[in-house]
């Protein structure tokens, strides 16, 4: 079963996001309270906990949110998503807006890694339908669907 394994949120940008019990979805905004919400496409961002785990094995200590990712998952294969595609997350259904990102030349993870894993394994995505969404809460593709 592909599930949340954290979610994060923090208060301005270019920082790493802090572990949350919960996190308040809005329909049009994003997470309540996150630097990144707004009425853009990119309110909400996932990563893949496995992707972090490549890193882990190289010896270096990351925890939830240090690559300012919202929803950390386990189970569900991310990047290979097509924008479009639909997610349903704990009570929540989310739009896939964009694979990956540029990686920021001064991101702190990049300089003591030697890579960041967000260009090629992060998605960001809409909030389609609002709710709660804790750690423990189901993830799966649901399909695709047109944008708002």
Do not use: Y
Not at 19 to 35: F, K, S, T, Y
Not at 43 to 67: H, T
Not at 122 to 127: A, K, L, S
């Amino acid at each position: 079963m592909s599930e949340v394994v954290a979610v994060c949120t923090s208060a301005r940008t270019g920082e790493r996001k802090i572990a949350q019990d919960e996190i308040v979805l809005r329909v049009g905004h994003g997470i309540e309270g996150d630097a990144h919400a707004g009425a853009w496409h990119r309110q909400v961002s996932l990563l893949a906990d496995e992707a972090v785990d490549a890193l882990r094995e190289r010896g270096i200590a990351l925890a939830a949110g240090d690559f300012a990712e919202n929803i950390l998952t386990r189970g569900i294969d991310l990047p290979v998503l097509p924008v479009g595609s639909v997610l349903a997350v704990g009570e929540c259904l989310l739009a896939v807006t964009q694979i990956g990102k540029e990686c920021h030349g001064d991101c702190e993870i990049k300089r003591r890694a030697g890579m960041c894993v967000m260009p090629t394994c992060g998605i960001f995505c809409v909030v389609l339908r609002g709710g709660c969404v804790r750690a423990g809460d189901p993830i799966s593709a649901i399909g695709e669907g047109e944008l708002l």
